[in-house]
Structure formats: structure tokens, C-alpha cells
């Protein structure tokens, strides 16, 4: 498709869908807008961007597409903004917040307009943030929440879905109350928890200077999305809170079970609860995106010396395989093995390296569970 397409907010999110829109859509031109202008300029200097504009009125004008991707409740300012601008009468206004139902709310003043707006919700992320963390695969099989209103036309929507298609995502809609509800659920409220393990562990640590050094595997998996960015939750939070507090609230049911479990010191109960909590979980679809982020992680046994890393990258390079992550798991002092983890975007990448690793060196390969 050809046209302008604006992107306000350049982080992560903005970033990440100016390059799927730029890989499917080559004829395009994509501008950014920043509050923070060096965001927006890092953007045109990594290619995420085309073009910089000096302010949202600027850009909006001209735009076919305008997607907002800032802080959700900075979203709602920005909607109002354009809403009092002179706008293309076609243009589709999206935007990319993790709640939905108050900015679809805010977005009547642009109905009042004429204008088109479809909430949206890409269902993928990370907790790093800022656009040189943008990536052109972030979306690909995660589903991608839509809260068209009734009044909007299905032809919008579709042509939304066109200028989308290079995330490769799953397109689904729901209504925004039912996406708060859900969101709320598997996304809000876990972020809600790994912060609070992180603040008691902090808590705990004083004086105990072993706690932060002991806090390896386990509770750094559970708690990775705690440094997700303070001013994006922050206001998720403050939008999603009914919802948030009746969540609460029925942790602390759950957490008063588990006391009682352990009060009464009940095997049995303690088992049941583990093996059903496993259960549930080991029946997500871990393969795909979405639910639970695919790793295709490949563990290499690699002697313990200087540039072995290196080496190993080494042979993966000249096959043109590319790597998502690479870490070596800490091993005993007197080990003179080492387990290096290295993470692709695919399955095929995975299973490439793992072949191309037997035919360059000796090292075992091993794909874990
Ligand atoms: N991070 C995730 O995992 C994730 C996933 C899906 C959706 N989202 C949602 O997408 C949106 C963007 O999140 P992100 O992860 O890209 O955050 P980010 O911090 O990486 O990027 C947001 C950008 O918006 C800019 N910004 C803030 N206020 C602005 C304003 N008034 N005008 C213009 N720019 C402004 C910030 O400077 C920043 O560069 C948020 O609404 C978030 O809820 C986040
Ligand atoms: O992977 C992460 O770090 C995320 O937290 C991504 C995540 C999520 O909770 O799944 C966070 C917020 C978004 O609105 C959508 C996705």
C-alpha cells in the first residue's frame, strides 16, 4: 500500500510496527514523532523512520494512517489533540495501548469529527523499552487485539488489517470492556505481582547481603517483566484499577489457601496445588507466540576458556544464522565445561545450528524441554 503513515510515540511499540509496515508496505513513508526528539531522531538514524516531524500537528496533516503508541493515558491527551486538527477525511487513527476501554471512551471526540478510530492492541512486547529495542518480528504469531465500535466501517477495519499485515500477527476483536477484563487477567496483573516479589525481596535484603546474589534462575524468570518501563504501568494501572483491585482481591483468597495448606502442613493439598497449577501451565501453546513467548533456545556444552563464545558465534555467522540471545549459565568453579544458551527466532534457525554446530566442532547440543 502506498501512503503516509504516522507514527507518535516512538519506543518500542511505534518502532517495532514502523518496521513491519515499512517491510510490507515498501512504497510507504513513514514518519515519527517524539516528546523526546533524540527517540525520534535514534528512529531515522536505525531506518525505523523515513521521516522526522517537528510536532503531532505536522505530522497528523498529511497522514493516511496515524498510530499512537505512548503511554496510555498520554494517549488519551494525544486524541484529543487531533480531534481539534484539520485531518484527511480517510484517515484511519489507531493506537497501540495495553487498555482500551478509556481510551475507545476519549475517542468520541473524534467521532464527533468524522474521523475513524480503531483501538488496538499489539499482544507482545518486552520489558525493554525505547525505539533501538524495536524489532520486525516482535508480533509475529501473537494475537493482535482490534475494539472497532460499531459505527466504524468493516472496510476500515480491513484496510487497518492491510497496513498491519507485515506484523504477521493473529487479528481478533473484542469489545474494550472484555479486553480490559482479559488483558487485566494474563497481562496487568502478573506485572502487578513480579513487582511486588521484587519490592519484598528488596525489603528482605537489607542486611542480608547473600539474597541479591542467590536470586538467580527462578526468580529472575518470574520477575523479568518488573523492569518493565514505571511510567507505562503506571498509568496501564490507574486505567485498568476496577478491575486490578477485584483481581486482588481474590489473590489474597488464593495466598490465604496456601497459608492454611501450609498451616495445617497438608502433603496432599500442597501436591494437588503444584501439580495443577503445572498442568494448566505446560498446556499453553508455548510454540507459538501470544500466551507465552516461543524461546528456541539451543544449549551448547562448551569447554570453559576465552573465546569460545566467539567461536562458536563464529560458525553460526558463516551460515547466516542469526541469534536472539546467547548467555552462559553460571557453572561450578571447578567445571571445565561451560553450557552456553543461545536463543533463535525460529525453530528451522535452531535446528540449522544445531547441525551446523556437530559438523564445525565436537561440542553436544542439547534442545532441553
Ligand atoms: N512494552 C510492551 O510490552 C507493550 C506491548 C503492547 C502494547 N504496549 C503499549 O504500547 C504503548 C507504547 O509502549 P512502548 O513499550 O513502546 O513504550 P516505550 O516507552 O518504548 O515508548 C513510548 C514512547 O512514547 C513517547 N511518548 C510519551 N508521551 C508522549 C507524547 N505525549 N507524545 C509523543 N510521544 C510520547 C515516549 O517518549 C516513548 O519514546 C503503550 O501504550 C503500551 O501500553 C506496550
Ligand atoms: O513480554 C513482556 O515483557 C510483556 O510484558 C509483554 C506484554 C504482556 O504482558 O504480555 C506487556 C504489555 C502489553 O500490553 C502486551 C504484552
Known sequence: MKGRVFVIGLGLIGG???????????????????????QARLGKMLGVIDEVADDIVEGAKTADLIIISAPVIETETIIHLLAGQSLKPEVIITDTGS??????????????????????????????SGVSAAKEFLFENAFYLFTPEDH??????????????????KFLTVTPDNHDYLTGIVSHFPHIIAASIVRQTERLAEGESLIPRLAAGGFRDITRIASSSPEMWKDILLHNREVLIELIDKWQEEMDWVKVLLEQENSEGIFRYFLQAKQYRDGLPVREKGAIPAFYDLFVDVPDYPG???????????????????????TREDEIYGVLVISFQTEEDRGRAERCIHSCSSYATSIGT
Request: net charge positive; glycine share 8%; proline share 2%.
Open 16 to 38: 517495532s510496527l514502523a518496521l513491519c509496515i515499512k517491510k510490507e508496505h515498501k512504497d510507504s513513508i513513514i514518519i515519527g514523532y517524539d516528546i523526546y526528539p533524540e
Open 99 to 128: 487498555t482500551k476501554r478509556k481510551i475507545v471512551a476519549n475517542a468520541a471526540s473524534l467521532k464527533e469529527k468524522g474521523y475513524t478510530f480503531i483501538g488496538g492492541h499489539p499482544m507482545a512486547g518486552s520489558h525493554k
Open 152 to 169: 466504524i466501517e468493516i472496510s476500515k477495519v480491513e484496510k487497518l488489517k492491510e497496513w498491519l499485515k507485515g506484523t504477521n500477527a
Open 308 to 330: 569460545v563464545v566467539s567461536e562458536v558465534t563464529g560458525y553460526l555467522a558463516k551460515e547466516n544464522i542469526s541469534i536472539t540471545n546467547i548467555r552462559i549459565l553460571e
